[in-house]
């Protein structure tokens, strides 16, 4: 019997990103990732002491607001 393969709707699933991920996008270093977090000007969710998690849309977000233009 082969297995089948499902496809999952993740349309409207939140996505997780690590610190990692999050450095990887913003082209900044995990260290500068974990200041912004504990300073509250990314958002983020503590799943323990040492272990962060932060919504894709939260980081999108960020960016768009930490561009600047040149005028």
């Known amino acids: 019997m082969k297995s089948e393969e499902r496809k999952v709707d993740t ?12 450095s990887t996008i913003l082209s900044v270093s995990v260290h500068q990732v974990r200041i912004w977090a504990n300073e ?6 503590r799943l323990s002491p040492h272990i962060l998690r932060f919504e894709r849309e939260d980081v999108l977000q960020f960016l768009k607001e930490s561009v600047v233009t040149n005028d």
């Open 11 to 22: 349309a409207g699933v939140s996505q997780k990103l690590s610190a990692k991920e999050v």
């Open 40 to 45: 509250g000007v990314l958002r983020s969710y």
